[in-house]
């Protein structure tokens, strides 16, 4: 029997060549293909697609949420997730979102049908480089996450909201009239913050923190 598959991809070239490519295998059947992943969610339940190709950068609204909805449909779609490149976070989050297996745009069309092939015999299409890309992302989360752990316990109440009212662009004067405190208390509540994240100035403190968890810029 053929695996029925459905393309989302939006680029019309590339998802063109890929749709020829998928109907030249015994083992595939192109039943649908979209530029869009609002145009995906739509078409499932008229095609039911037994696995669906899909960009990791649509332009309508993030990937991970259209394989989560897609996923809660019956029957449930196997997915190969095609990226611009296979970095450690874009490979992590191929991991997180649980999708069958991922490859390159670079890699050619004849990659891309190869892995199509492989999920629809039920296999998962990651490489030892792909696992160990995971494991280095989580690492940095997890360091991550101690980081801003220890930093928060570091920071006083004050000393956060001073770095949040910095993020918004008040200035330090703006800063010390809101919290009703001096602007010479607003400068060491500064400086000590800069001390404690390791860092020599507002734009760089601002970023160490966002990084962190610590404020929300924007």
């Known amino acids: 029997m053929t695996a029925r598959v459905m393309i989302v991809e939006?680029?019309?070239?590339?998802?063109?060549?890929?749709?020829?490519?998928?109907?030249?295998?015994?083992?595939?059947?192109?039943?649908?293909?979209?530029?869009?992943?609002q145009d995906a969610l739509i078409a499932f339940p008229e095609i039911e697609p037994d696995i669906v190709v899909i960009d990791l950068d649509l332009p309508d609204m993030a990937w991970e949420t259209v394989v989560r909805d897609l996923r809660r449909r019956r029957p449930a779609p196997r997915f190969l997730a095609v990226a611009a490149k296979t970095d450690d976070e874009t490979v992590f989050s191929t991991f997180r979102a649980s999708v069958d297996g991922v490859v390159e745009k670079t890699g050619g069309v004849a990659t891309i049908v190869d892995a199509v092939e492989r999920i629809a015999r039920g296999s998962r299409v990651f490489t030892d480089e792909h696992q160990h890309s995971a494991v280095r992302q989580l690492g940095r989360m997890a360091r991550t996450a101690r980081d801003s752990t220890r930093v928060a316990q570091m920071l006083t109440v004050r000393e956060v909201e001073v770095l949040q009212l910095l993020s918004e662009g008040l200035t330090l004067h703006q800063v010390a009239r809101r919290l009703r405190i001096s602007p010479r208390t607003v400068e060491t509540h500064v400086r000590k913050t800069y001390r404690k994240l390791g860092v020599h100035n507002r734009v760089q403190a601002l970023r160490r923190a966002a990084s962190l968890g610590v404020v929300k810029i924007g």
């Open 10 to 37: 939006n680029h019309p070239v590339l998802r063109g060549v890929i749709r020829i490519a998928c109907d030249e295998s015994p083992l595939l059947e192109v039943v649908g293909e979209v530029a869009e992943g």
